[in-house]
Every structure is written in C-alpha cells, then in structure tokens.
C-alpha cells in the first residue's frame, strides 16, 4: 500500500509509538486542536529539537549512524532551514483512497519563514499553493496555515483544505479519553490509531488470517479443526 518515498517517511514516524483508544476526556497537548477531527491516523511530537536529540542518542547507542533523524530528513526533503524545531508538527492520514498513487495525507509543520522557506524552493503561489519540489523527487503543495504553521501535503485539495486554524480538540479527546491525553502529555512523539482504520485493517488482514489458517489446517490433515 505504501510504495513512495515520501509515504514510507510518514510511516516510518508512526511506527515510533502506540495508539491510544478510550472513552473519557481529558486535556490534549495543543496541536491536536488544529488536527482535522476527521484524521484516521494522527503522528505528533512535542518539539523535533527534542525528538531530535533522542533518535540521535537511540542510532548512537545501537550503533547505525546509517539512519537519520527528523531534522536529517527535513534537511533531506529542502525543508530544514525553514522548520522551527522548538514546536510541535502534526502529520495526519485523511480518509482518501490508501492505494491510489498519492497519499491523503497532509503535514502541519511549524515554520520561522514560510515566505523565506518557499523562496529557497522558487515557487511560485497559485491561490495561495505553492507547488515544490523536494530532494526526493515527488511534489508537495504547500500554503501558509495559522498560527505559524505550514500545510503541506502530495495532494493539493488536502494542502487547500486544512488551514490548521483550530478548533478540533474535542473530537479528538473523545476518541483518545484520560488516558490517551496523559500519554500524549508525557510522551515526544504519540501516534493516534482511530477506528476507521481500524475496521479498514481488520478487514483487509481478516481474510489472510483466514486463508493461512485453512492452509494450515489442510497441511496439518484438518487437526486444528478438531483442537
């Protein structure tokens, strides 16, 4: 399902933590107020500075300098000068077509310069959307968000869609309850799980799991019926 560069980052990130699911409400770090409420999966750090410092300590300590760290990777992508890396980002996966040739995904990342930032890439706005070029090849589409804050996704309707203005709180804290938001609170990076792309796992792992036990079963003689 994930197949481009710029996908397997985004994925990449989300494997870094659990998801988070109960029922109660509680008080979330800020960010997630200006997440889409719609999200089905959500990644956040508290600042890159400091998840930055800590993936530089884990690659140390088991020794593979070969993998980088988020800042690397921005660096990487043509985006590290403009990132302020002392705030939070959010990355979300919007409901969209997962096997289709981009990602409905959509990226608020805080900047020091947007109009800097976008200079560096020589890109010019239409309504607003700069279509860039990153060090991987593929495009983003890019526009200034609120608060500070940069919406950058593959998709242009995405990029024009979410404005990170705010607003979204509550949904979220439905859905990660006390718990989730005390996890959240504590933790560098939370990564958010929600049940639509639950059921959508569920149901596209489901019937695999089924076939590999009737396999299972046929070359165990039809045993495991009986067990």
């Known amino acids: 399902m994930i197949r481009t560069p710029f996908r397997s980052m985004l994925m990449g990130a989300a494997i870094s933590m659990a998801a988070c699911v109960a029922p109660a409400f509680a ?3 800020a960010i997630f107020d200006r997440v889409p ?15 930055d410092k800590g993936v530089s300590q884990l690659l140390a300590a088991i020794e593979v300098p070969a993998l980088a760290t988020p800042s690397e990777l921005l660096r990487r992508a043509g985006l590290g000068d403009g990132i302020d890396m002392t705030k939070p980002i959010a990355i979300a996966l919007m409901p969209g077509d997962l096997d289709g040739d981009l990602p409905p995904v959509v990226a608020l990342l805080p900047t020091t310069n947007f109009d ?17 070029t990153i060090a991987t090849g593929e495009t983003l589409f890019v526009r200034k968000g609120e608060g500070g804050y940069a919406v ?3 998709m242009r309707e995405l990029a024009v869609a979410v ?9 979220h ?3 990660m309850g006390a718990v989730g938001a005390e996890l959240a609170n504590a933790s560098h990076i939370t990564v958010v799980l929600k049940k639509p792309l639950l059921d959508m ?3 596209q792992v ?6 590999q036990a009737g396999m299972a079963a046929m070359m165990g003689g039809g045993q495991m019926e009986n067990m």
Request: aromatic share 2%; net charge negative; proline share 5%.
């Open 201 to 203: 796992m569920q149901q």
């Open 163 to 171: 404005d990170g203005r705010g607003g979204n709180a509550k949904s």
């Open 27 to 29: 008080a979330l770090p």
């Open 116 to 132: 800097g930032m976008m200079n560096a890439f020589d890109a010019e706005a239409v309504d607003g959307v700069h279509a860039i």
């Open 37 to 51: 409420a719609e999200a089905m999966l959500v990644v956040t750090t508290k600042n890159l500075d400091e998840v």
């Open 173 to 175: 804290e439905s859905t």
């Open 206 to 211: 489901g019937p695999m799991i089924e076939e």
């Open 152 to 154: 950058a996704s593959p």
